[in-house]
T-cell receptor, first 115, second 114 residues
Framework: AQSVTQLGSHVSVSEGALVLLRCNYS??????LFWYVQYPNQGLQLLLK??????LVKGINGFEAEFKKSETSFHLTKPSAHMSDAAEYFC?????????????FGTGTQLKVEL | ETGVTQTPRHLVMGMTNKKSLKCEQH?????MYWYKQSAKKPLELMFV???????ENNSVPSRFSPECPNSSHLFLHLHTLQPEDSALYLC?????????????FGPGTRLTVT
């Protein structure tokens, strides 16, 4: 079984500041991990994914995440926040089931970017 | 059309109506999913279809009836819904093979039950 915990349902940063969104996972098998972003009234868009290759994963829009097995973490970072980064972010873990690639999502973190 | 499309984008229906949500994927994937996203709740997986066969039904009430006529199309038939069914309904698709575990989502249908 897999699970994901996102610490902080709301995060607020100033424009230009570091963005850090936290995700911890639990998995009985080597995990595949994902970050998705959701803008208002839209679906989820894949930001980046970890599939057991490099532990530091780069994604779109300047985001990256580092897989740390010892800490069971997959935190999302961006060096400098932009107003357009304001959205909800979801961490997800994959466990291959007999019927598809089931994703288990965290509860989401709403990112607010202030001037 | 590219990616995953969903129609309609917005739907208002009464509790006695019957309506259908449509999803189409243009990615050549072989698995499709329905999710329900309610305010302040985690994303809920409703149904999974793999090669047109339903492989998962997460205790969804029978007033929601999925249909997958082929690998590119997925429907969600709705009847006698309740106000608590108001939510954003998301469709997704993925390729069940190799190392591709990611799912691609449509824009969703915002459903309001009155």
């Amino acid at each position: 079984a897999q699970s994901v915990t996102q610490l902080g349902s709301h995060v607020s940063v100033s424009e230009g500041a570091l963005v850090l969104l936290r995700c911890n996972y639990s998995s009985s098998v080597p995990p595949y991990l994902f970050w998705y972003v959701q803008y208002p009234n839209q679906g989820l868009q894949l930001l980046l994914k970890y599939t057991s290759a490099a532990t530091l994963v780069k994604g779109i829009n300047g985001f990256e995440a580092e897989f740390k097995k010892s800490e069971t973490s997959f935190h999302l970072t961006k060096p400098s926040a932009h107003m357009s980064d304001a959205a909800e972010y979801f961490c997800a873990v994959s466990g291959l089931t007999g019927g598809g690639n089931k994703l288990t999502f965290g509860t989401g973190t709403q990112l607010k970017v202030e001037l | 059309e590219t990616g995953v499309t969903q129609t309609p984008r917005h739907l208002v229906m009464g509790m006695t109506n019957k309506k259908s949500l449509k999803c189409e994927q243009h990615l050549g994937h072989n698995a499709m999913y329905w999710y329900k996203q309610s305010a302040k709740k985690p994303l809920e997986l409703m149904f999974v279809y793999n090669f047109k066969e339903q492989t998962e039904n997460n205790s969804v009430p029978s007033r929601f009836s999925p249909e997958c006529p082929n690998s590119s199309h997925l429907f969600l038939h709705l009847h006698t819904l309740q106000p608590e069914d108001s939510a954003l309904y998301l469709c997704a698709s993925s390729q069940v093979s190799g190392r591709s575990h990611e799912q691609y989502f449509g824009p969703g249908t915002r459903l309001t039950v009155t």
